[in-house]
């Protein structure tokens, strides 16, 4: 059963960091690529940065490119999102989900998901 656990969410003051994870169990990490998805009240579901299956290409949406990290650890089956420099519009429920790579980085079958960590960014 995939399965797909985040953690590290949390109240930070606008600047600070967070580092979220994505444990995942069920399948072989490296099999898929793993992208973390962010969703804020009243808004759609934003990806935010993407890693591939094999050879570790990253993407990043373009709000959060030279402040976010992605990074994935095969032997601890996780994938990290370090979050620095952190704004008020950061503030979202992030998700992250697994998937096969068709066209990278533009189609990618996310067909599993976590429940998300909810990360507030507020002084």
């Known amino acids: 059963q995939v399965q797909l656990v985040e953690s590290g969410g949390g109240l930070v003051q606008p600047g600070g960091s967070l580092r979220l994870s994505c444990a995942a169990s069920?399948?072989?990490?490296?099999?898929?690529?793993i992208g973390w998805f962010r969703q804020a009240p009243g808004k759609e579901r934003e990806g935010v940065s993407f890693?591939?299956?094999?050879?570790?290409?990253?993407y990043y949406t373009h709000s959060v490119k030279g402040r976010f990290t992605i990074s994935r650890d095969n032997a601890k089956s996780t994938v990290y999102l370090q979050m620095n420099s952190l704004k008020p519009e950061d503030t979202a429920l992030y998700y992250c989900?697994?998937?096969?790579?068709?066209?990278?980085?533009?189609?990618?079958?996310?067909?599993?998901w976590g429940q998300g960590t909810q990360v507030t960014v507020s002084s």
């Open positions: 069920g399948f072989t990490l490296d099999d898929y690529a």
């Open positions: 890693i591939s299956s094999s050879d570790d290409r990253t």
């Open positions: 989900a697994a998937g096969p790579v068709i066209k990278w980085p533009t189609i990618i079958d996310f067909g599993s």
